[in-house]
């Protein structure tokens, strides 16, 4: 197993050598894939001849194989992404920009570039954030642009006080009660072909990463905000969704979406069931 990097240990100037790494991926929107998109977010089935919010995050993911995966079940870092020894990674926000809707039936190409890397301190230890840029395009338009911030931090230490996350908005105009469970999990990892086992292995959540359950992916939450806007403003184009995951959402229990109108946005947020705030995030729209 590797050691746990310190703030002194990591070379930020080597890491910032990943500066302007670019990577390119063709896909397409398959309809099968948007169908078990639909299924395992228990949408209502329909014929769709756009994909919806958050099926993007499906498209142009890299598949590495056996051999190229780290112990935490992603690919081995020091490819495209900087190596980051020992620490453990995470989703921290996404800024959305929505151009055009993905067609479904039709080729995609996803143009990604690592835009910045930096170094930070926090109360467990040093966090490092590593921004990348995606571009989704279909027959040379762009549809959707995605700002991706991801932060690499120190494992939690069992011995050490959690802080206590910051309570929810209490004062939602609409909210919905989901239900996570492994099944749910599982299957939206297979469908991101994301390999993370905080999502699937449970001993690996409690006994590597310090997690007390399986972990709910970031953008699977994101998502269902997304879904949420769609329930408040079905007739609304989105423009802009800017989102930041601040607290992990745990697969032990129910969790509220929630959401409320302001100005010509809508503000959204996921809440623990004890009222404290996961994640939060704002919505620009305007009106077909």
């Known amino acids: 197993m590797n050691s ?44 769709l001849l756009h994909a919806p919010p958050g099926f993007h995050w499906t498209l ?31 989703w921290a926000g996404s800024v959305l920009a929505f151009k055009q809707p993905l067609a479904v039936g039709q080729a995609v190409e996803r143009n990604s570039t690592v835009s910045n890397v930096e170094l930070k301190s926090g109360r467990s230890g040093p966090l490092v954030f590593v921004t990348v840029q995606h571009r989704y395009d279909q027959a040379g338009a762009t549809c959707f642009e995605e700002e991706q911030k991801l932060v690499f931090r120190t494992p939690p230490d069992p011995g050490k006080p ?26 939206y990892s297979a469908l991101t072909f994301n390999g993370h086992r905080i999502h699937y292995d449970v001993d690996y959540c409690r006994d590597v990463e310090g997690y007390p359950g399986l972990v709910v992916h970031g953008p699977l939450q994101a998502t269902l905000l997304m879904d949420l806007a ?7 184009r989105f ?39 996961a994640m939060q995030g704002t919505l620009d729209y ?3």
């Open 4 to 47: 746990i990097a310190t703030s002194s240990e990591l070379d930020l100037a080597h890491l910032q050598q990943w500066i302007g790494n670019t990577e390119t991926a063709e896909d397409w929107v398959s309809p099968t894939a948007v169908e078990g998109f639909q299924h395992t977010l228990d949408y209502d089935e329909t014929e």
């Open 60 to 90: 142009g993911i890299a598949k590495p194989k056996i051999s190229e995966v780290g112990r935490d079940g992603h690919a081995a870092l020091g490819g495209f992404l900087p190596p980051m020894s020992g620490l453990n990674r995470m």
């Open 162 to 187: 959690v802080r206590e996350p910051d309570p929810a908005p209490t004062n939602p105009e609409v909210q919905r009660e989901i239900t996570p469970n492994p099944v749910m999990l599982f299957r």
């Open 230 to 236: 769609v329930r408040m403003k079905p007739n609304a």
């Open 239 to 277: 423009r802009r969704f800017k989102f930041r995951a601040l607290n992990p959402v745990f697969c032990t229990g129910p969790f509220l979406v929630c959401g409320r109108e302001a100005d010509r946005h809508l503000q959204l947020w996921v809440a623990h069931p004890q009222g404290t705030l």
């Open 286 to 288: 305007e009106d077909k």
